[in-house]
């Protein structure tokens, strides 16, 4: 059972936009602590993709976006490509637990 | 280039021993804190551990706690996970991962992992 609560699977079609939601509780996300989203391949890493929220590192495509408001977090993904079909993954910070939370994941598929 | 190199996984037995390390180049590793976060097989991230930039301050996970220690050396820009104890539940990749340093508790650059197996 994670931390931060996110679907277990999204899906949508080429070109269309997709959100994935992330829930947390007044000791993480509702705390003020900031969210940060990563996208992992397949066999692969995983990528950082949103940080503080809702900044993009160098590289990652602006069809990639993030917002918070109280207790919860959303990353929305733009102009689906296939290369999108990624698992993704939400983060925070507890200060109940003082540790690094995760969400449990969300599985992309670009149909 | 920002590269992070785990190596040190394998096959132990329960109640075993283990050594990690990650050798990190491309960046000032001593500048920064680095964390370990596990993947078991088919499921999520989560948070292991983390160090601070020299070493004076750790963290860890509630179910790592007196079995787990993170240490660096700065010299040789390598950072380290020693797991004893090991628990069937530590099966996992082990991944090593620089803070980002916005907040904390961000991790911009990740190594490729390294599979850690506990199984009799």
């Known amino acids: 059972q994670s931390v931060l609560t996110q679907p277990p699977s999204v899906s949508g079609a080429p070109g269309q936009r997709v959100t994935i939601s992330c829930t947390g509780s007044s000791s993480n996300i509702g705390a003020g602590y900031d969210v940060h989203w990563y996208q992992q391949l397949p066999g692969t890493a995983p990528k950082l993709l949103i940080y503080?929220?809702?900044n993009r590192p160098s590289g990652v495509p602006d069809r990639f976006s993030g917002s918070k408001s109280g207790t919860s977090a959303s990353l929305a993904i733009t102009g689906l490509q296939a290369e999108d079909e990624a698992d993704y993954y939400c983060q925070s910070y507890d200060s109940s637990l003082s540790e690094g939370v995760f969400g449990g994941g969300t599985k992309l598929t670009v149909l | 280039e920002v590269q992070l190199v785990e190596s040190g996984g394998g096959l132990v037995q329960p109640g075993g021993s283990l050594r990690l390390s990650c050798a990190a180049s491309?960046?000032?590793?001593?500048?920064?804190?680095m964390h370990w976060v596990r993947q078991a097989p088919g499921k999520g991230l989560v948070w292991v551990s983390r160090?601070?930039?020299?070493?004076?301050?750790?963290s860890y996970a509630d179910s790592v706690k007196g079995r787990f220690t993170i240490s660096r050396d700065n010299a040789k820009n390598t950072l380290y996970l020693q797991m004893n104890s090991l628990r069937a539940e530590d099966t996992a990749v082990y991944y090593c991962?620089?803070?980002?340093?916005?907040?904390?508790?961000?991790?911009?650059?990740w190594g490729q992992g390294t599979l850690v197996t506990v199984s009799s």
């Open positions: 991962a620089r803070d980002h340093g916005y907040q904390g508790f961000e991790f911009d650059y």
């Open positions: 491309g960046f000032t590793f001593s500048s920064y804190w």
């Open positions: 503080g929220n809702s």
């Open positions: 160090i601070n930039s020299d070493g004076s301050s750790t």
